[in-house]
């Protein structure tokens, strides 16, 4: 009944508005923001508690959605944001969004990702070309080790909703929301909305790409991650120069040739891998990055193994792989 209330609704704007203006004309968008939106949604002014607002506020909403998203939520192919409602302290549940025509949801979505704008929303550090399926299982770990699952809802692997329900579901984050705003959303949330339940976390930068890129690739099929062990880098490598690199990060724990008997491995438990005993000619290359880069406890070895892909850069990272590969058979 709500919804078809509100087709009523907007069927009477566009009654009201010469033919054709609604097609493009920001006439058409300006009409429908100042009858209906502006009833729950505010569209100027300064950030202000959750508390004293209806629904979110959407005067950054020309850099937040994506615009097919937005198309879609307009015209009513997209279910509820908020799995309870908008106002988590308020026990009612939130009514059906008003449904647009495909050209009047256009129509405003175009008008709204020309106007509002937020000068604050840069573009993000994090280059999703580059993003991958090991980064995106750190961030995972990320979103549960500070408590997101807490309030947003995600899917598990059989499709099944989990996490808490107060705040918006994440589920299909990566086709909802633009990059900018993540990147500048992670920096502080309540910066957009103060009392928001969101809370300034204490992480890294290189964290905050792992938790925003893992975000981007919610509800995005087959999203393509970067193979870094298939770039330029890892056709040039040379294990001459790996050698070198070996010596000078990895002799310390695994010996001059590689058995586990360097200086540093003496307290250590569990101790070094004994590299001249392991076939790493046969190891797939994905799973010696992830080692190397990300360290052992990403590939559920020892955390004994540091992470090395902030030190080495990454012609080093290619070139070292490469000497192990050529140095150690296990024979």
Same mark, same amino acid.
């Given at each position: 009944?709500? @919804?078809?209330?509100? @087709? ?80 988590? &302290? ?25 106007? %509002? ?23 995972? &770990?990320?979103?549960?080790? %500070? ?18 329900? #107060? ?8 086709? @909802? ?31 905050? @790409?792992? #938790?925003?890129? %893992? ?77 190397? %880069? ?38």
């Amino acid at each position: 009944m709500w @919804r078809f209330l509100m @087709r009523g609704v907007s069927l009477l704007v566009l009654l009201s508005v010469p033919s054709g203006l609604w097609a493009g004309d920001d006439g058409f968008a300006e009409k429908i923001i100042n009858s209906q939106c502006k009833n729950c949604h505010r569209f100027e002014g300064q950030p202000t508690s959750k508390f004293e607002l209806k629904a979110p506020d959407l005067m950054w909403s020309g850099v937040k959605y994506q615009r097919p998203w937005l198309i879609r939520w307009l015209v009513g192919q997209e279910s509820n944001l908020y799995p309870n409602s908008y106002r988590w &302290d308020k026990s009612t549940f939130s009514g059906k969004h008003m449904v647009l025509m495909h050209e009047e949801a256009t129509a405003l979505a175009d008008y709204m990702e020309k106007t %509002y704008r937020d000068s604050r929303v840069k573009k993000s550090f994090v280059d999703m070309s580059t993003f991958t399926e090991m980064e995106a299982s750190l961030g995972a &770990d990320i979103y549960r080790q %500070y408590s997101c699952m807490g309030c947003h809802q995600i899917k598990d692997d059989e499709g099944k909703n989990i996490g808490g329900p #107060i705040s918006v579901d994440l589920f299909d984050a990566g086709n @909802r929301y633009t990059l900018d705003w993540w990147s500048r959303f992670a920096e502080n949330p309540q910066d957009f909305t103060p009392h928001s339940g969101e809370y300034l976390a204490d992480i890294s930068p290189r964290k905050a @790409r792992h #938790i925003i890129g %893992y975000l981007m690739t919610l509800g995005v099929k087959d999203f393509k991650f970067y193979e870094p062990w298939n770039s330029a880098a890892f056709k040039n490598a040379d294990a001459k120069r790996g050698g070198k690199v070996y010596k000078e990060y990895c002799v310390q724990c695994h010996g001059p040739q590689g058995k586990g008997d360097g200086p540093g491995a003496k307290g250590l438990d569990p101790k070094p891998a004994v590299h001249a005993d392991l076939p790493l000619a046969d190891y797939p290359e994905d799973y010696l990055y992830n080692l190397v %880069y990300y360290g052992g406890k990403s590939v559920g070895k020892s955390p004994n193994m540091p992470d090395w892909g902030m030190t080495l850069p990454e012609q080093s990272l290619a070139d070292v792989i490469a000497y192990v590969r050529s140095t150690f058979k296990g024979q």
